[in-house]
């Protein structure tokens, strides 16, 4: 597997829009995508752009916000921000390959920028934060929080479409890196 890196970071608190960087640097992004919403009950799951599975652990208002920015020097950066989740709670979060259906597992794996030929991949060399999007989320005592995750590679076209809330943080270890419990929620993003 090609050599690659990653960052991810949670602060704690829900950011609200902040200076831009510089449009002439290297690393400036070349392309935005928002979606900014609140959860929906997955009885709407035809129009919304977020639907709850759990609303006693995403209850339906709640809000999301996902920002994806490519970069000029071929790397993605994803930041994640939530309100009105339950407090003091950690919730595993990962950009799956399908959008959000009316089950839980209609937004299918994980999205891998190298696939693991074995499916569900719960090996390490493939199920980790430098070749998936991971943006675990640990809410404060406002039930919010903000995770970005930075890598060196770009989604392939259609590759990535949604954002999945699980019910736990993200394990590493093998026979179960990636996992993190049921999916409780569920936000249509356009990547790019």
């Not at 003091?88 to 979060?93: A, D, K, L, S």
């Not at 954002?163 to 993200?170: A, P």
Request: aromatic share 4%; glycine share 8%; hydrophobic share 40%.
């Amino acid at each position: 597997m090609a050599a690659v890196s990653a960052v991810a970071v949670g602060v704690g608190v829900m950011a609200s829009a902040g200076a831009a960087e510089p449009q002439n640097s290297a690393k400036a992004p070349v392309r935005k995508v928002v979606v900014r919403t609140t959860f929906s009950p997955v009885s709407e799951v035809a129009g919304a752009k977020a639907v709850t599975y759990n609303s006693a652990l995403v209850p339906e208002g709640a809000r999301v916000q996902v920002k994806e920015e490519l970069r000029r020097d071929g790397g993605t950066r994803i930041e994640l921000s939530v309100r009105d989740l339950v407090p003091n709670r950690v919730y595993g979060v990962h950009v799956h390959t399908k959008p959000c259906g009316a089950l839980p597992t209609d937004a299918g794996p994980h999205y891998q920028n190298q696939v693991d030929p074995t499916q569900p991949s719960v090996d390490p060399a493939y199920a980790n934060r430098l070749n998936e999007i991971w943006l675990d989320l640990a809410t404060n005592k406002d039930g919010s929080d903000r995770s970005m995750a930075i890598v060196a590679w770009q989604f392939r076209a259609g590759g990535a479409r949604s954002v999945v809330l699980h019910e736990m943080g993200t394990a590493m270890h093998p026979g179960h890196a990636g996992t993190a419990g049921a999916r409780l929620a569920c936000v249509n993003v356009p990547f790019e």
